[in-house]
């Protein structure tokens, strides 16, 4: 969705290189605070006297102080007449904190740059509103695609109330994701496995099959050595029930938590086990037959996002149904081979050419031996 770009009155509809410089500054400061701030936004703050940075901020979640706040006490009494630039919408509601339009305002801003309205029905339009009411210069839309992009997991989860979903394989030159015998440690070098983590450590959940699970007995922590609010959630569609007690997932659940869903699978003296190791086995809520309600389910705990990590069935029955936002491949430079060595994707795939999945905004970036190609699935509609 484009946002609507307004002005301010009284200055050039065009903002300055300044203003650029600033809100980029702004939009760092947020992005410091990832794997700290879900359910919530990423937000950064500003502020300014012309081109001096007077005061900044950033939000965590754990802190019971929004950016705003932060930039303005830094600023004092040099806030009277600044410029405040900041990287989302300022909410006007009494939340978990007072409002920050409240602070931006007592504290004498006099104008307020921001990207975006914030998608929060609570705070949506009304930031904006209320800082106008008060005779503050407001302008929207800066680098608005950009911001979108650094909270593309929060618009998404307020806008859609499912969590953004992430798809991510690593793959050799012919596609594969193992060999014939199952092996599949490790196809892509250093480099692309480090930045496996960094991903991991950008979502709430991280989601495999039964398949992976028994193929690989993954332990899917976050290993990027960076500080998290929450653990990341340890997801396991397994209709059948089949993973082990004795599997690194259930071994560790009670250090991370680990959610199977079982379908219509009965209790056992398997579930019985797990659940004693401290895994949750998600029965009635949800079948991992039913993505849509897994995703509904994920919803419900907050969990804003979710990386997919195979295997390949997992990931085609995700493609299939159009619920994937965004994709990346770690393309190693190794040909596996075989007919029988499996495939990255799975499930019904496209019947034509023209019905192959385009992805869009793509980026693409060398990780030592490897090429990362990351995404976003063009919507049929959007052509
Ligand atoms: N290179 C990589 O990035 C990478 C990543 C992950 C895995 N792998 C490799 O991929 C291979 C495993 O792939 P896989 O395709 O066999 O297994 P998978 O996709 O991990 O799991 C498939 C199994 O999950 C269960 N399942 C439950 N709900 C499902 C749903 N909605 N859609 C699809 N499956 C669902 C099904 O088992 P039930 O019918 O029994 O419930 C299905 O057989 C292994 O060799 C592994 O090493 C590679």
Redesign the pocket.
């Known amino acids: 969705m484009q946002p609507k770009l307004e002005t301010i009155e009284g200055l050039e509809s065009e903002w300055t290189e300044t203003d650029r410089r600033l809100m980029r500054r702004a939009l760092a400061l947020a992005a410091q605070g990832v794997g700290q701030v879900s359910p919530g936004p990423l937000v950064g703050c500003v502020i300014a006297q012309g081109s001096e940075i007077v005061g900044e901020g950033l939000y965590v979640y754990e802190q019971l102080k929004h950016a705003e706040t932060y930039a303005l006490e830094q600023a004092g009494t040099k806030a009277k007449g600044a410029t405040a630039y900041v990287s989302l919408e300022p909410h006007a509601h009494h939340g978990r904190t007072p409002p920050c339009t409240d602070a931006l305002i007592v504290a004498g801003v006099s104008c307020v740059i921001a990207p975006t309205q914030d998608p929060n029905p609570k705070v949506s339009g009304k930031g904006f509103e209320h800082l106008r009411a008060a005779g503050l210069a407001v302008s929207v839309g800066l680098l608005a695609r950009d911001a979108e992009k650094l909270n593309e997991k929060y618009f998404h989860f307020m806008r859609t109330g499912r969590p953004f979903v992430h798809l ?4 050799s030159l012919d596609g ?3 060999t014939r015998t ?4 490790w ?2 070098g250093t480099e692309s496995r480090a930045r496996a983590h960094e991903l991991r450590h950008e979502y709430d959940a991280i989601l ?9 007995d ?1 332990l899917l922590t976050d290993r990027s050595g960076r500080k998290r609010r929450r653990p990341l959630v340890r997801v ?5 029930l ?1 993973i082990a007690p004795e599997s690194k997932l259930a071994m560790t659940a009670k250090d991370a938590p680990v959610l199977i ?1 079982a ?1 219509s699978s009965p209790t056992s003296a398997l579930s019985d086990e797990l659940e004693s190791r401290g895994v949750e086995v998600v029965r009635d809520r949800a ?5 849509g309600a ?1 995703l509904d389910e994920l919803w419900r705990r907050e969990l804003q996002s979710v990386l997919i ?10 493609l299939d149904a159009g619920l994937v936002n965004k994709i990346s491949f ?1 393309l190693a430079p190794v040909v596996i081979g075989g007919s029988e060595a ?1 495939n ?1 994707i ?2 019904q795939g496209a019947q034509r050419l023209v019905d192959a999945l385009e992805l869009q905004d793509v980026e693409v970036i060398t990780r030592g031996r490897d090429i990362e190609v990351t995404g976003y699935p063009k919507r049929r509609a959007e052509g």
């Open positions: 991510k394989l690593a793959t594969k994701i193992a199952g092996d599949s440690r196809i892509t495999i099959g039964a398949g992976t699970a028994l193929a690989d993954p396991v569609l397994d209709e059948q089949t869903f379908g079948s991992g037959r039913d993505l897994v990590e195979g295997g390949a069935n997992v990931a085609g029955t995700f770690f499996p990255a799975g499930g």
